[in-house]
Antibody, heavy 119, light 106 residues
Framework: QVQLQQWGAGLLKPSETLSLTCGVY????????WTWIRQSPEKGLEWIGE???????NYNPSLKSRVTISVDTSKNQFSLKLTSVTATDTAMYYC?????????????WGQGTLVTVSS | IQLTQSPSSLSASVGDRVTITCRAS??????LVWYQQKPGKAPKLLIY???ALQTGVPSRFSGSGSGTDFTLTISSLQPEDFATYYC?????????FGQGTKVEIQ
């Protein structure tokens, strides 16, 4: 059974860097894209970006200048960094597995981390 | 690609047949996914490839459509189905979601 468990700081000040990590337990780490999604009342569900086990990334153009997603295959973990946060980055952040091999879907999700940006 | 769901919310009773629509701003073949989300939880995969039922999802859920118009149908609403439903397109980057349809108890 695949499980995704995420962690990271939940309270940030404006201009700080958001940093979250997602650990993947069970199943294969290769053969998938590992994604970050956020959800807020204002913007709904928003795809942030993804990475595969080789380190190949894709980012949402709306966030690309501030986002870095990295992978540590030795630990089956991937991480999100979002720089220069503002109040508009306040959201629930999720990690998820993207099966892009045959069918396309996000089938396993982390539990979510609420990130609040406030001075 | 913009996805527009309708309605934004609906009230229904246990046993009702419920239909939610999702319209894409351009053709997305059948790369359309439906998720269910309950308060405080991550979205749960229901249907992929527009009409394929994810393993373990009850057969009262079904999906249809291709191109730009898609539907999610719950044939007989159960108490555990009261939730918010989202469509998502994975035809082209960036993946995008609909704004959600909240299904409430009448």
């Amino acid at each position: 059974q695949v499980q995704l468990q995420q962690w990271g700081a939940g309270l940030l000040k404006p201009s700080e860097t958001l940093s979250l990590t997602c650990g993947v337990y069970g199943g294969s780490f290769s053969g998938y894209y590992w994604t970050w999604i956020r959800q807020s009342p204002e913007k709904g569900l928003e795809w942030i970006g993804e990475i595969n086990h080789r380190g190949s990334t894709n980012y949402n153009p709306s966030l690309k200048s501030r986002v870095t997603i990295s992978v540590d295959t030795s630990k089956n973990q991937f991480s999100l960094k979002l720089t220069s946060v503002t109040a508009t980055d306040t959201a629930m952040y999720y990690c998820a597995r993207y099966d892009s091999s045959n069918q396309h879907f996000f089938d396993y999700w982390g539990q979510g981390t609420l990130v609040t940006v406030s001075s | 690609i913009q996805l527009t769901q309708s309605p934004s919310s609906l009230s229904a009773s246990v046993g009702d047949r419920v239909t939610i629509t999702c319209r894409a701003s351009q053709g997305i073949n059948i790369y359309l996914v439906w998720y269910q989300q309950k308060p405080g939880k991550a979205p749960k995969l229901l249907i992929y490839a527009a009409s394929a039922l994810q393993t373990g999802v009850p057969s009262r859920f079904s999906g249809s459509g291709s191109g730009t118009d898609f539907t999610l149908t719950i044939s007989s609403l159960q108490p555990e189905d009261f939730a918010t439903y989202y469509c998502q397109q994975l035809n082209s980057y960036p993946p995008t979601f609909g704004q959600g349809t909240k299904v409430e108890i009448q």
